[in-house]
């Protein structure tokens, strides 16, 4: 299964907003409403910042939203903030299976 | 809170074998579908292996199938990895994570090298 394709890096100003996508297909995204998103900084675990497409857990910010149209999911951060900064993967369940984003670096200016 | 804890990792030459643990606290483990994630130095995340509650259902990522083994023991709370012919670029920080939106153990570094 191939991974979901998401972009390198997205930038942004302190209290801009920015989007990253995440291109899957009709067996994994397009298919299943249980997209999830992990923030990781160098040297941690991921961390769940969205679950079944954008629902969010406790503790995560109203600031971060996700959504899904077709086969792509997106995560949207607004307000952007310093601590936002780290990658980003998108993950689909699929059957029983995960299949992860390729990864996107979130730099704040 | 759900708390998972790898051990087993290490330094191991290429074709060597190493078995990871994962000890699950904080949730009713038998449950619980668990899974096995690895991430190679500077790389992204890659899903390697599913088992369910029962073990009744395992399912591999192509990339280890028929080298890795996965099992669980309920009555331990603990699932395993089996890896055995392993090879240089098997080199990753290993995660333990609960299905559902995954939750994540802290990691373990295998070294794969000579």
């Known amino acids: 299964q191939s991974a979901l394709t998401q972009p390198r890096s997205v930038s942004g100003s302190p209290g801009q907003s920015v989007t990253i996508s995440c291109t899957g297909t009709s067996s994994d995204v397009g298919t299943y409403n249980y997209v999830s998103w992990y923030q990781q900084h160098p040297g941690s675990a991921p961390k769940l910042m969205i679950y079944d497409v954008n629902k969010r857990p406790s503790g995560v910010p109203d600031r971060l939203s996700g959504s899904k149209s077709g086969n792509t999911a997106s995560l949207t951060i607004s307000g952007l903030q310093a601590d936002d900064e780290g990658d980003y993967y998108c993950?689909?369940?699929?059957?029983?299976?995960?299949?992860f984003g390729t990864g996107t670096k979130v730099t704040v200016l | 809170e759900v708390q998972l804890v790898e051990s087993g990792g290490g330094l191991v030459q290429p074709g060597g074998s190493l078995k990871l643990s994962c000890v699950a606290s904080?949730?009713?483990?038998?449950?619980?579908?668990m899974n096995w994630v690895r991430q190679a130095p500077g790389k992204g995340l890659e899903w390697l292996s599913y088992i369910s509650g029962s073990s009744g259902t395992i399912y591999y990522a192509d990339s280890v199938k028929g080298r890795f083994t996965i099992s669980r023991d309920n009555a331990k709370n603990s699932v395993y990895l089996q890896m055995n012919s392993l090879r240089v670029d098997d080199t990753a920080v290993y995660y333990c994570?609960?299905?559902?939106?995954?939750?994540w153990g802290q990691g373990i570094l295998v070294t794969v090298s000579s």
């Open positions: 904080g949730f009713t483990f038998s449950n619980n579908a």
């Open positions: 993950c689909s369940y699929a059957d029983s299976r995960y299949v």
């Open positions: 994570a609960k299905s559902g939106p995954l939750d």
